[in-house]
């Protein structure tokens, strides 16, 4: 009967010490905070929230560091219990625009792209200013590009150049047309729509449930959308019968496990809720896999950032003066003061420590 006992309480103290730790992120206002990154004291990405701002286990981490481009980074010690992390509106705003006749919109952007790892650090980097111009009458956009890049492997830099340049490019432009009229435009086939749940929140769902969550924050004067592009996609081959594509991504999934593409979009609005593509704040898109290297499972994210940094409403001659005043030599001392200048929300603290690394070399 003791040895039972004593089997008994090893049992329960066994499970107790492997039971996951759940980590809830919100923001100030204890709306869930979709798509932050967590990572432990070595820099490995240990996991990222899912839409309703929760990551089910922290996997036995006594340290993490919480991180997501809209809002500050947050270090946190855990005690084994489940946890609810608050964070803090980042210090990025942009500057009032005064509506004007003038015919012509400029937006500057800037975006940073990473490829990184918990077996190399950093292995991608690029960085660079867009400048996006469209008349207002007849809608057509127009954008220039510089950039700088630099990457662990030479061969792999231009590669990656080579392959992401002109997704870069794209996915930097703002957009023309409101993002809720695209969502439903593009998800007739999966029955996509958006359902007010609370004043200031709407889920978008399709036939197989919630793909993504709108949230209004009124204090900011902002529009958050979270988007699960990879979920949204597999449910498009799904439905319209693309055997072949589904079979492709599981057998690509079967490689890079826990496989996830998301989309987290900031727009200003005004105070009956509309936008135009000149209020467009920043995004994140973050596509994260595993992979097995060594026998040691090892986690990579891609991550593309975009902020607003200028923007105005212009003649001909004004747009001229602007992209030329705008300009900067294109070296990594230069963008990370045009980032500071710009107050462009920082890298997680691992992730920048060996971006400095990396540029060193």
């Known amino acids: 009967m003791k040895r039972f006992i004593l089997f ?8 107790a010490g492997v039971q996951a730790q759940r980590i809830e992120v919100v923001d100030t206002d204890g709306k869930a905070v979709p798509y932050a990154k967590i990572y432990d004291g070595n820099a490995e990405c240990i996991g990222m929230t899912g839409l309703n701002g929760v990551l089910a286990d922290a996997k036995g981490v006594g340290e993490i560091t919480v991180t997501h481009v809209a809002f500050k980074s947050k270090e946190v010690k855990l005690s084994g219990q489940d946890i609810r992390v608050t964070l803090e509106d980042a210090d990025f705003e942009l500057g009032e625009i005064t509506v004007s006749p003038k015919p012509l919109v400029y937006v500057q952007t800037y975006y940073r792209m990473f490829m990184y790892d918990d077996e190399d650090g950093i292995i991608f980097y690029r960085a660079g200013l867009i400048d996006n111009y469209y008349d207002k009458d007849d809608k057509k956009l127009k954008s220039s590009e510089e950039h700088i890049s ?192 710009h107050n462009i929300p920082l890298l997680a603290p691992v992730v920048q420590a060996k971006l400095d690394k990396l540029w060193a070399k």
């Open 150 to 341: 630099k990457g662990l492997f030479g061969a792999v830099t231009k590669t990656l150049n080579i392959m992401f340049g002109p997704v870069l490019k794209a996915q930097s432009r703002i957009r023309m047309g409101r993002i809720e009229e695209s969502l439903l435009k593009s998800g007739k086939d999966i029955q996509l729509k958006i359902t007010p749940t609370a004043p200031d929140r709407k889920n978008v769902s399709d036939y197989k449930g919630l793909v993504g969550t709108i949230t209004d924050d009124q204090n900011a004067g902002q529009r958050r959308f979270a988007i699960d592009a990879a979920l949204m996609k597999l449910h498009h081959f799904e439905a319209n019968g693309d055997t072949k594509a589904v079979e492709k991504r599981e057998k690509r999934n079967s490689r890079k496990q826990d496989k996830e593409k998301t989309n987290f979009i900031i727009y200003n609005i005004d105070s009956d809720g509309n936008y135009a593509p000149e209020d467009f704040v920043m995004k994140e898109n973050s596509h994260t896999y595993d992979t097995e290297e060594k026998g040691k499972k090892v986690h990579t994210i891609i991550g593309m950032q975009v902020f607003s940094t200028d923007r105005a409403y212009v003649t001909k001659d004004e747009l001229k003066q602007r992209r030329k005043a705008n300009k900067i030599k294109m070296t990594y001392q230069n963008i990370q003061q045009f980032e500071r200048q």
């Open 8 to 15: 008994s309480v090893v049992v329960l103290s066994f499970s």
